[in-house]
């Protein structure tokens, strides 16, 4: 874990897997495959790719069934807590139609609709995650969205992680197709003989998904392209060592390429955390991906002053922040670019991974400086609507019609004044 | 004109212009260059295809103040209420921050930031508008956003339209440089040593511009990639034939890809409205624009019922939608797609593109099944703010910790526990 300065942050950027050309061409080639020949493709490539023989690729009631015994009755209390708290908080991000009137009968305004049908992209085998679930399709529900289905890869078996399909049928998504890939990608995007195309895909997935998912942008709409984790704890005299180090290694267990950084004005703190998490490091069953990530992208960045610490978190733009100082508020309204806030010693950020209720799909990369968490006006769009009077034409009509003329477009202005015949 | 059915919509689809591989590679190279070479590739380039030799690339204020001199004053005063129309409505579209308290003291809620920097692009040539600055500069500036710059492609004469530098002036916007195409993208990008890099990039622009905007997407954000304009119209027998006719030439105009739709109920409306569009059509002055785009890309589609007229409509998902009906409201609140939805007979389209206050910078080819307008929250993002109390955590921990393990997540636990020494 390195002891570094402010000016050395640019060493710990990781840009997104772009795929190499070769990678690129085999989703192409997949994605034209199932657009022609559909739940054939998807199948054929299911057992190339996944080692499964698929007939049904819908999951049955009996399956989700089956999952749901298999699960521990406490776990499933805790996904039911867990899944309440998320809806509860994307409840607030509810967005309404509105409208304006003028005294002269113009109204002007923007309608809210929810996106029509939406496919949840869940990745298969040790990252098959509930909370993924969760967090794609309960802003969706929130949203209004009509037909959610999610996508998830099958083992060998044939069958898809018991977690995934107890959070689905928690929330009353029965739509559970057993194909991941870049062909699954197509089927969502084009849809096949069993699945209705849909209009947007959500969830991460690995460099074929985040191909696939490029390639048919625009067709439909997708969510961000995830870069690997991080995590970025602003921290002072106020914060324990221990846990510091072991917020930091809850991210760098993620992924070799995960970041975690300590942005301090405390040296003391530096030396103890470094010293935590190489001592909390060792008995971690993730121990190599864990000792892979500190030692190629931790890093302790040690700042003479409080000003010089914010403006490194800004420049970090993290996905993760976590702020363990004297005055977390204070310091949180300096933060201009952050995936997602946490305050204070007992915001430990896993508390947001599952069970807070804020969502955990977070922009990644330093693209905090521009994208946000993943939030239920993701699943609407909007239409503005424009109901002008008779007045407001009457009164306006000459200066729209000379505002077209002046951009050269006359067959506006004419548009305008075809009016004029109504009120001669 | 086509007269056609429900069924044969598909033939109108046009897809946005993609690239061929040479141009694809030449954006490329040129991006490369400006990350290295700076101003002086921007300078290059711009003599090479504008023909334009620039010495200082940013706009002096003698520009401006010339500019201002050669423009009507009449016309300076109908950019000031357009402008002011535009802000208003834009000004509805602002969120805030917000946050939740339990009693146990935890605290989560959702912080909105501006984008910090944002460069639009305007087009150049005959296609230089004023109404562009004003519906990307504007939401930016009530979104907050501290530094917005304007790149322009100049002419041979090394001037921008005059136009563009008032509506720029008006808005207090003094950072306006010559240059266009993708060497302007990667610019904005990237930076060179007059501009700084922003965070986000909006405008309409050419093939290269829209290649060069993929290319930089990820480094950056961008607004959506425009495809040719279009509008639908659903009228009754209360639209006026001549009314329809002029509304749908307006679009034609733009564009010999734009497309024009009628969807009606109304059989004599039909033929009404494909009489005036041919008798209209002979005198505009882009005459072949208008006529190439109704021959290809025009159609009246007769339809049995209302809800066969709205389902149309639904499956268009188009840009501009006129509903010139007997209860306009009442369908628009069937209309779950449309970029901007114009009701009544006074609501001719060209009303929005600069005059009433909501945006023309709207979704293309379909996308309206899931993208908006543009809005003021394109200029914002969020982060979400988690402050857990103890005795949230407290109560939570062991909860949280079991869920992090069935992810096969320990660290996540191990950081959660690391807290319980606090309250043993």
Redesign the interface.
């Known amino acids: 874990m390195k002891i570094m300065k402010r000016s050395d942050l640019s060493s710990l950027r990781r840009?997104?897997d772009q795929g190499t050309e070769e990678q690129r061409r085999s989703v192409q080639r997949i994605i034209q495959e199932v657009k022609e020949n559909g739940d054939q493709s998807v199948k054929t490539y299911t057992e190339q790719f996944d080692g499964a023989d698929i007939v049904n690729w819908r999951v049955t009631q009996d399956e989700f069934d089956e999952a749901y015994m298999s699960i521990d009755g406490?776990?499933v209390e805790?996904?039911e807590?867990?899944a309440a708290n998320i809806r509860s908080?994307h409840e607030?991000?509810r967005?309404t139609s509105?409208f304006?009137t003028s005294e002269d009968g113009?109204?002007?305004g923007?309608?809210v609709?929810p996106?029509?049908a939406v496919g949840v992209y869940v990745p298969g085998g040790?990252a098959a995650?509930?909370?993924s679930v969760f967090m794609n399709v309960i802003p969706a529900q929130v949203a209004g969205v009509k037909r959610i289905v999610i996508v998830t890869p099958p083992g060998k078996d044939g069958k898809v992680p018991a977690?995934v399909l107890v959070a689905a049928q928690l929330l009353g998504v029965d739509h559970v197709y057993k194909a991941g890939g870049a062909q699954a990608i197509a089927a969502l995007a084009y849809g096949t003989e069993t699945i209705a195309p849909v209009?947007?895909i959500t969830g991460p997935g690995n460099v074929y998904v985040a191909l696939a998912k490029r390639e048919v942008f625009?067709d439909?709409?997708i969510d961000m392209?995830a870069g690997p984790s991080e995590i970025a704890v602003l921290a002072d005299h106020t914060a324990k060592a221990?846990?510091v180090a072991?917020?930091l290694?809850?991210q760098?267990?993620?992924d070799a390429r995960s970041s975690s950084v300590l942005v301090t004005t405390d040296e003391s703190l530096a030396e103890g955390v470094r010293t935590a998490v190489y001592e909390?490091l060792r008995s971690?069953?993730?121990y190599n991906i864990?000792k892979a990530s500190i030692d190629e992208y931790g890093a302790i960045i040690v700042c003479d002053t409080k000003p010089e610490a914010l403006d490194t978190i800004n420049e970090m733009a993290a996905e993760h922040l976590e702020i363990v100082t004297e005055n977390?508020?204070q310091d949180?309204a300096q933060?201009?670019?952050?995936?997602?806030?946490?305050?204070?010693?007992?915001?430990?950020?896993?508390?947001?991974?599952?069970?807070?209720?804020?969502?955990h799909v977070?922009?990644t990369s330093g693209?905090?400086?521009?994208?946000?968490?993943l939030?239920v006006?993701d699943f609407v769009?909007?239409?503005?609507?424009?109901?002008?009077?008779?007045q407001?034409?009457q009164k306006?009509a000459d200066?729209?019609a000379?505002?077209?003329r002046?951009?050269?477009?006359?067959?506006?202005?004419?548009?305008?004044e075809?009016?004029k015949?109504?009120w001669k």
């Open positions: 840009s997104v406490g776990f805790i996904l807590e867990a908080f607030k991000q967005t509105w304006e113009t109204i002007l923007q309608k609709t996106i029509a040790t995650y509930p909370s977690g209009d947007k625009g439909v709409d392209i221990e846990e072991a917020d290694l809850s760098a267990e993620h909390q971690l069953p993730r864990a977390p508020f949180m933060v201009n670019h952050a995936g997602a806030i946490f305050l204070g010693p007992y915001s430990s950020e896993p508390v947001g991974d599952y069970f807070a209720g804020p969502n977070l922009p693209t905090a400086r521009f994208s946000s968490p939030t006006d769009k909007k239409s503005s609507i424009i109901s002008y009077s008779e407001a034409l306006n200066k729209i000379q505002f077209s002046l951009e050269g477009l006359e067959a506006h202005a004419r548009a305008i075809s009016r015949e109504r």
